[in-house]
């Protein structure tokens, strides 16, 4: 939904002290520039873990470990899904979310296109977010491109594919619907590029 979704980390000196490790996510607003203290993890999450964002709108969180004085031997083999509260009503039950029927496999720069929905009324915008390349931590390659939607019938979108490479570079992305109690849809896998 364009928040930030910090995980692990640790609080103490150098990059892999399991004793300051911090299990809390924290979630970042850019529309309130705040943060907001999340569910805990229940391992540690430093050094050599991955967030990684998933099609259905969850956070995989996994690994942590070796490096920093941490043998290969003690390095966390687990895995835990984060739910975000955007998949939620405010009862605590799932959220209903939007569909795509269909939309283009390929996306070229510049290119309109078409977006097929049950939910055209309720799509306040969509967006393309690359598919994650995470590496000692960090999610080097996570990038958002916002797709401004408009509805030319009650199950169909139309919106621009990014301009140039600057904006989003080629490769596989994640395309997905938002409605507006900002419920994301189950991501469309697309490849933009020339």
Do not use: C
């Not at 490790?21 to 229940?42: C, I, Q």
């Not at 509805?151 to 490769?171: F, Q």
């Amino acid at each position: 939904d364009g928040s930030v979704l910090v995980t692990g980390g640790t609080r103490g000196a150098g990059f892999n002290n399991q004793a300051a490790a911090v299990r809390a996510a924290e979630l970042w607003n850019p529309k309130t520039e705040s943060w907001t203290t999340m569910a805990s993890e229940s391992r540690n999450r430093t050094y050599h873990s991955s967030a990684i964002l998933l099609p259905n709108g969850r956070v995989l969180s996994t690994g942590s470990g070796e490096g920093g004085g941490i043998a290969f031997a003690n390095s966390e083999l687990s895995a835990q899904v984060f739910t975000p509260p955007y998949l939620f009503k405010a009862d605590g039950s799932l959220a209903p979310r939007p569909s795509i029927t269909s939309a283009p496999s390929r996306l070229s720069y510049g290119q309109s296109f078409t977006i097929q929905t049950p939910n055209a009324g309720s799509i306040s915008r969509g967006t393309l977010i690359r598919l994650s390349s995470v590496t000692h931590g960090f999610n080097q390659s996570q990038l958002i491109f916002l797709l401004a939607v408009k509805a030319t019938n009650s199950t169909t979108l139309t919106t621009v594919a990014p301009a140039r490479g600057a904006l989003a570079p080629p490769g596989p992305y994640m395309l997905f619907l938002i409605n507006g109690a900002g419920v994301p849809s189950v991501a469309k896998m697309v490849t933009v590029g020339p």
